[in-house]
């Protein structure tokens, strides 16, 4: 659910060639996630959604997410 309400929420964000509506999400969701549940849901989370499979690279946009730190990730929402 948080996923899908996150979507909403990102509805404003820039998107650009290399950020797509799920990197500007993944931007955040896993900060959300560990704020409110803790960094092992969090992980569990992204454990799960990296399996999706409908033809869109979720694994490769979580890879990119957490390439970065959490500050680094905050930085990216700032353009």
Do not use: C, P
């Amino acid at each position: 659910m948080a996923h899908e309400m996150g979507h909403r929420l990102a509805l404003g964000l820039t998107r650009t060639s290399e950020i797509d509506d799920h990197r500007v999400l993944y931007l955040f969701l896993y900060d959300a996630w560990t704020d409110l549940y803790g960094r092992d849901f969090a992980d569990r989370m992204v454990a799960l959604e990296r399996r999706f499979s409908n033809g869109y690279d979720y694994d490769g946009a979580w890879r990119w997410a957490l390439s970065m730190d959490r500050t680094q990730r905050q930085s990216r929402l700032k353009w």
